[in-house]
């Protein structure tokens, strides 16, 4: 799967989109933690799991990254030139699931856990959303590291299964519980769940591309630039989207939260608002 | 572009000034976070950001010294000598540009935050800024990394459309914002809108240098120092004035915080007027 050579633009391409996601991951993580303080305390555990999995996500990239420089040697003199594969070096794709085993999971637990919901219903969804996506990953690794197309072929049926369900819950289930939710976190949950639907589309297509016979340098190069910018939709953008529902949800639940937060302005338009309901 | 060698006083320069920029960024990152407690909750955010801008710029720096320092080996003995490039090894120029990616629509976001404006009149201002940042960056990047003057100068002239739709906003646009911000606040905003002006005009100059025939390791030294003052400036001097416009906009916004965080003669001077209004 892994090219044995890469051209100088290829390689500086996926070296600096690495570094990309790296600086996304670590920094939206910082970000949330510093943000704690700004939503009210029933919306902390939501963020702080959101900030986690950006964190874990930052170091499985710095293994990447790594993991991508030593396996490529240079023949360029004076800065351009050709990369070719160390002897003795490769590339390992399996630090994606090993950081999948851990992230998705809790992508799923971030996003319940914003919604602030009664125990009972929280831990009836949680305790079939986070094993179904354990298994989802667990089942996609030995395909991922299979050299022959159907063992591919049967583990990655296997794995959407669970991944099916995952939408089931998410797209019918969850839709009961947010019956109780103000309008406007209504409309930003569906936002997320989209995200995530559109995110986590881009991996079963990435792992499909070898099996229909697109493969070479340059599929190789799209295909981790699309891990990528997976990476940062799922993880970095769904976890401001998180701290976006647990501010609207702070403001909502306390006016003298919303009063400090807000702008003089926005403040007294929701007072007004509130008052009218 | 990058030079073949270079002397013991240039390249110890180099050295010099990036590891000044680190320091200038990581610690500007790191004071702007403890000062969080020292405005109005409103005004974290702005600041938050500025914390994070920095700390995104201090990464990068990082990266840039070691590619760098890993790009070049000397023949001295006992301290003095030349430098040359290390086969196999290449300065990597395209940092730079992945952090713009990331900072430069997050200076803008910060600018408009620290207004605390009304929602509707800030989202307005940051759907137009953000997604020109990004575009006048991402136009820059194939630039860059072409060899031939034309590219470099197709897509420089591109990428200075987005630059002055910024420009235009920035300048019109905000200035009808400013009308209700206290008048101390004004001029501060004024400063720093002239700040970002003349930080960002470095970036396009030195740009444009290597297509004027400007070239040669003099000319690649000044590009570094020159790049690294501006960043400087751009984000630590700048998140330092944003800090400085939140701390006057909290004390005008509540009297009993201002008398705890001012001196006793300037809390008392700063109720006389506005008393007085």
Known sequence: MIPDSLTQIQYDTIY???SLVIASQLFTSIFLV???PRVLPRYRQAMTVAAIVCGIAAYHYFRIFSSFTEAFVTDAVGGRGNYTQVAGASFNEGYRYVDWLLTV???LLELVAVLALARKVQSSLLTRLIPAAALMIALGYPGEMASDNLTRGIFGLLSSIP???ILYVLFVELTR???RQPATVRKT?????????????VYPIAYLLPGIGIDGSDAWVGLQIGYSVADILAKCLYGLIIYRIARMKSFSDDQTFADSELSLEDASSLKRSTLSN
């Open 16 to 18: 600096n989109v690495f």
């Open 34 to 36: 510093i943000c704690l």
């Open 105 to 107: 999971p809790l992508l």
């Open 163 to 165: 991944f099916a369900y």
């Open 177 to 179: 519980s947010l019956e």
């Open 189 to 201: 949950i569906s936002l997320l769940r989209l995200l995530l639907l559109a995110t986590w589309g």
